[in-house]
T-cell receptor, first 112, second 113 residues
Framework: SQQGEEDPQALSIQEGENATMNCSYKTSINNLQWYRQNSGRGLVHLILIRSNEREKHSGRLRVTLDTSKKSSSLLITASRAADTASYFCATGTNNAGNMLTFGGGTRLMVKP | DAGVIQSPRHEVTEMGQEVTLRCKPISGHNSLFWYRQTMMRGLELLIYFNNNVPIDDSGMPEDRFSAKMPNASFSTLKIQPSEPRDSAVYFC???????????FGPGTRLTVL
């Protein structure tokens, strides 16, 4: 089974609303990353949060990490139609070198 | 920097043929990853290299798949013989450092008829 699993699998909202996506994982990590994938394109890194951090911001993105619950959330505020994409969480562990384990992704649709 | 470069972008071949996918990582990156993405199985790590050495190939589905990294600027993923179930988008990614982000190429869309 996958280390990171996103919830929900699909999310549809109106432009201007906030979008929240969640990620759960199973084993201890040293960092968790969020990536975005537009249809037909490669993944693009959005933000990285280390295991000793609880919250991080980047523009309209806010990521939280709760290591006690082994979960993370990605919040996109004031969503735009251009935010329509799939969003993946990925976890890195101390034993895995530079390897990341990706979840199944959340498909976000923002309606104009 | 041009980013991670993959070729070809699209490949259509017939079952039984050999397929070679190519990747040029970002200059200076010391880790390279090959992934496969399908609707059914999502994004799967096939193999990754560190300093040109294969570190983990447990994701390679079977002996028909092989990957090489002869130098720091080039890697290939070969499928021989190819089968229809190999149809997928294959991504190459590279990274540097210990705690790092991965930079993905545009992918190769492989269709095996």
């Amino acid at each position: 089974s996958q280390q990171g699993e996103e919830d929900p699998q699909a999310l549809s909202i109106q432009e201007g609303e906030n979008a929240t996506m969640n990620c759960s994982y199973k084993t201890s990590i040293n960092n968790l990353q969020w990536y975005r994938q537009n249809s037909g394109r490669g993944l693009v890194h959005l933000i990285l949060i280390r295991s000793n951090e609880r919250e991080k911001h980047s523009g309209r993105l806010r990521v939280t990490l709760d290591t006690s619950k082994k979960s993370s959330s990605l919040l996109i505020t004031a969503s735009r139609a251009a935010d329509t994409a799939s969003y993946f969480c990925a976890t890195g562990t101390n034993n895995a070198g530079n390897m990341l384990t990706f979840g199944g992704g959340t498909r976000l649709m923002v309606k104009p | 920097d041009a980013g991670v470069i993959q070729s070809p972008r699209h490949e259509v071949t017939e079952m039984g043929q050999e397929v070679t996918l190519r990747c040029k990582p970002i200059s200076g990156h010391n880790s390279l990853f090959w992934y496969r993405q399908t609707m059914m199985r999502g994004l799967e790590l096939l193999i990754y290299f560190n300093n040109n050495v294969p570190i983990d190939d447990s994701g390679m589905p079977e002996d028909r798949f092989s990957a090489k990294m002869p130098n720091a600027s080039f890697s290939t993923l070969k499928i021989q013989p190819s089968e229809p179930r190999d149809s997928a988008v294959y991504f190459c990614a590279s990274s540097s450092g210990l705690v790092n982000e991965q930079f993905f190429g545009p992918g190769t869309r492989l269709t095996v008829l």
